[in-house]
């Protein structure tokens, strides 16, 4: 077979050179999704369905004057008395979807010197009631609670990736000092993710009551749990509730359903895949259009040698495992450039294996199916006409 092809081999060259592109395109294509996929589902995504922010906002410039934190802790306490309201958390850096986690400069971080290692930490600060509000899954310990321990220290959560910076494989009970505090470890959250594309952030969760950085970046960010349903009435509670406490015009209120605020940022993301994904499929179509056309002009005009092959005793089934099978063959020598790129370009991490391998299968079932047809037809041909010139 392979002699066969190279001696037509300037026949194939156009079904060479098109498969060899859309294998190229393609895989990068698929890698690109198996990543994202793998980003997705990685650990720490905050569990934001029946989930409520809710604060305020006003134009700095004319600062209201009074107790502005004071009044939406107010808000905060009575919505939690609430019937239909399972738990109210307030937290300073922690609630997701509010900020790019990737503009680090930005958030509450210091430097972490634990043993020989020496690391950056993400400090976020809430109360005990985020662990309800979120549904955070622990690896290890339990969530603290928001008030000091009987030695003195302040209680915290790390995430695994914390533990992972610092080598740690038991982390219950070890000590960390941050900002002249020192902390003591009581539990191990799998990650707490920022935004649904983006693993979570060696991190580092304190009690509220420190009060670490809501002074000097603004006011705590209130999240409520709400029961299946009532979100409607909760907006309206909370419009009501917030009116009565606050009295100014220049102070609006701002609440915001979590899971629609999750879709936001994953219609962005997959927005970005879209163009990533939408081209390649019509490449493939076209390049499937082309290669079926191909390859149905290089059988009708190998007629001739089919019917002789029939005439000397070849089944139907024969024929179309030759034509199928040199279709399939000229698809493997197409992925091989394309394979040898990929080992250039990517760690072949399991994400990508899972990708170029899948690429692989793509492409075969690409020539298979496209050179179904073209072989079918010429499992039909009739011998006695195709050699009747002969």
């Not at 690109?32 to 906002?57: D, I, Q, R």
């Not at 985020?130 to 928001?146: D, H, L, P, S, T």
Request: charged share 20%; net charge positive.
């Amino acid at each position: 077979m392979l002699k066969m092809l190279w001696n037509r081999r300037r026949s194939y060259y156009g079904i060479f050179v098109e498969q060899l592109l859309v294998a190229i395109i393609l895989m990068l294509s698929v890698v690109s999704l198996s990543e994202a996929v793998k980003k997705y589902t990685t650990p720490g995504m905050l569990h934001v369905k029946n989930t409520v922010f809710m604060g305020y906002m006003f134009d700095r410039a004319h600062q209201p004057e009074g107790n502005s934190e004071q009044s939406m802790k107010t808000i905060a306490e009575n919505m939690k008395k609430l019937p239909f309201v399972e738990s109210v958390s307030a937290s300073f850096n922690f609630i997701p979807y509010l900020r790019n986690d990737w503009i680090y400069e930005y958030y509450l971080s210091d430097s972490v010197h634990i043993d020989d290692k020496h690391f950056t930490t993400i400090i976020k600060e809430t109360d005990e009631f985020a662990a309800n509000v979120f549904k955070i899954r622990m690896e290890e310990g339990v969530w603290f609670e928001n008030r000091a321990l009987p030695d003195g220290s302040a209680p915290a959560v790390i995430t695994r990736q914390f533990a992972d910076k610092a080598g740690w494989t038991s982390c219950i009970g070890k000590k960390v000092t941050l900002n002249a505090r020192t902390y003591t470890i009581t539990g191990v959250a799998e990650g707490l993710k920022q935004e649904p594309l983006i693993p979570s952030p060696v991190a580092i969760v304190v009690p509220q009551y420190l009060a670490i950085g809501h002074n000097d970046h603004g006011g705590y960010e209130y999240a409520a749990r709400i029961k299946p349903g009532y979100q409607k009435d909760f907006f309206k509670a909370f419009e009501k509730e917030f009116k009565r406490v606050f009295s100014s015009k220049e102070i609006e209120p701002l609440i915001h359903d979590m899971q629609a605020m999750k879709d936001t940022w994953m219609s962005f993301s997959i927005l970005d895949i879209a163009l990533q994904c939408i081209p390649t499929l019509l490449l493939f179509i076209f390049a499937f259009l082309g290669t079926f056309g191909l390859s149905w002009m290089l059988s009708r005009k190998r007629l001739k040698e089919f019917a002789l092959r029939m005439a000397l005793g070849s089944t139907k089934s024969r024929l179309m495992a030759i034509v199928i099978g040199e279709s399939l063959l000229i698809t493997c020598i197409a992925v091989i450039p394309a394979l040898l790129l990929s080992f250039f370009i990517y760690e072949y991490a399991a994400v990508h294996v899972v990708g170029v391998g899948a690429t692989v299968g793509v492409m075969l079932l690409f020539s298979a199916v496209s050179a179904w047809y073209p072989a079918w037809k010429v499992s039909r041909v009739n011998p006695a006409e195709a050699l009747q010139y002969e």
